[in-house]
Antibody
Framework: EVQLVESGGGLVQPGGSLRLSCAAS????????MHWVRQAPGKGLVWVAH????????TYADSVKGRFTISRDNAKNTVSLQMNSLRGEDTAVYHC?????????WGQGTLVTVSS | DIVMTQSPDSLAVSLGERATINCKSS????????????LAWYQQKPGQPPKLLIY???TRESGVPDRFSGSGSGTDFTLTISSLQAEDVAVYYC?????????FGQGTKLEIK
C-alpha cells in the first residue's frame, strides 16, 4: 500500500523557518516526481514545489521562490520542504504528493500556522 | 503565468441528474510531442486529501466509477458526472500537470439540489 506521511508542521512566528518531511513507502520512490501542495483553511489547492526523480531538477510557485527549498533522499525514501522567511499567507495544510499521470497519491497533510 | 479558470464556482444538481464542470486554461495544454492534453481532475471531500479522477483530460484513474468522464482539448475541458450520487458531493479541481507551473483551478463545489 502506498503511504505518504508528513511531519514537521506547527506554529511559527512571521519571518521564522520550518522544515517539513514526508516519509514514503509502498512504491519505488526513486521512480517518481514528488510535489508539495498546500491548502489554506477553507481555500483551494495551491501547488508549491516539485522535484524530479533524482533530485536534479526543482521548480517552485512564484509565491515561494527564493524562500522554500524542496529536496529528496532516495536512500531514505523521504522528501523535504525547507521553508524560510515565513509569512502569514503561508498558513496552510501542506500535502506531500506523488507525481504520475497527474498527482496520483497524496498524504493527509501537516498544518503550518504562521502567527505571532 | 498560466491561469486555470473553472466554472461554475458552485453547482447544485439533483440525484441521478448530470453534473458538468468546466475548466479553461490560459494556454494550450496539448503537447505536440505526444498529442496528449496534460490536464487532470481531482475530487476532494471534507477532511480528506484530493483524489485523482481523470488524467490526460479523459483517462479515468483505476477504480474511478465510469459515471465520471473527462473531455476537451487545448484550452477547454469538461468533467461530467453522468448520474449524480450522494457520495459525489465534493469540491472538484482541474490541474495542469507535467509542465510547470502545475496550476490548479480555483475549485467547483458540487452539492445536491
Amino acid at each position: 500500500e502506498v503511504q505518504l506521511v508528513e511531519s514537521g508542521g506547527g506554529l511559527v512566528q512571521p519571518g521564522g523557518s520550518l522544515r517539513l518531511s514526508c516519509a514514503a513507502s509502498g512504491f519505488s520512490f526513486s521512480n517518481y516526481w514528488m510535489h508539495w501542495v498546500r491548502q489554506a483553511p477553507g481555500k483551494g489547492l495551491v501547488w508549491v514545489a516539485h522535484i524530479n526523480n533524482d533530485g536534479s531538477h526543482t521548480t517552485y510557485a512564484d509565491s515561494v521562490k527564493g524562500r522554500f527549498t524542496i529536496s529528496r533522499d532516495n536512500a531514505k525514501n523521504t522528501v523535504s520542504l525547507q521553508m524560510n522567511s515565513l509569512r502569514g499567507e503561508d498558513t496552510a495544510v501542506y500535502h506531500c504528493a506523488r507525481g504520475g499521470g497527474g498527482i496520483d497519491q497524496w498524504g493527509q497533510g501537516t498544518l503550518v500556522t504562521v502567527s505571532s | 503565468d498560466i491561469v486555470m479558470t473553472q466554472s461554475p464556482d458552485s453547482l447544485a444538481v439533483s440525484l441521478g441528474e448530470r453534473a458538468t464542470i468546466n475548466c479553461k486554461s490560459s494556454q494550450s495544454l496539448l503537447e505536440s510531442s505526444d498529442n496528449k492534453n496534460y490536464l487532470a481532475w481531482y475530487q476532494q471531500k471534507p477532511g480528506q486529501p484530493p483524489k485523482l479522477l481523470i488524467y490526460w483530460a479523459s483517462t479515468r484513474e483505476s477504480g474511478v466509477p465510469d459515471r465520471f468522464s473527462g473531455s476537451g482539448s487545448g484550452t477547454d475541458f469538461t468533467l461530467t458526472i453522468s448520474s449524480l450520487q450522494a457520495e459525489d458531493v465534493a469540491v472538484y479541481y482541474c490541474q495542469r500537470y507535467y509542465i510547470t507551473p502545475f496550476t490548479f483551478g480555483q475549485g467547483t463545489k458540487l452539492e445536491i439540489k
